[in-house]
């Protein structure tokens, strides 16, 4: 599994999901980071969050859920899967998103 998509998912995963809070419909958002250029949404339903997008440069797509204390999903047609403690961002974690 190549490093590089673990850690694009991560950072998606990250800064999705730490602004999922409020959001009762879908609405795009963009990021940077390490050079890549990240466009997706975020919808929740029940009590898993659908994140998906694409990033840039390559037009590289991703679908992650995160439920139950996990995020899974694919980036780039690869298969992502870690428990959301895994992912920190300025000092908050996603646990909240069980």
């Known amino acids: 599994m190549n490093t590089r998509i673990f850690k694009l998912a991560?950072?998606?995963a990250a800064l999705a999901g730490a602004s999922v809070a409020s959001?009762?419909?879908a609405e795009d958002a963009t990021f940077q980071k390490d050079g890549?250029?990240?466009v997706y949404n975020v919808t929740e339903k029940g009590n898993t969050k659908h994140i998906r997008g694409k990033y840039y440069p390559g037009n590289r797509e991703f679908a992650l859920e995160v439920r139950n204390g996990r995020v899974e999903g694919t980036v780039n047609e690869s298969s992502v899967a870690f428990p959301v403690s895994s992912i920190t961002r300025s000092g908050d974690s996603l646990?909240?998103?069980n």
Do not use: C, G, P
């Open 95 to 97: 646990a909240s998103a």
């Open 23 to 25: 959001m009762a419909q």
């Open 10 to 12: 991560f950072a998606v």
């Open 36 to 38: 890549y250029t990240y």
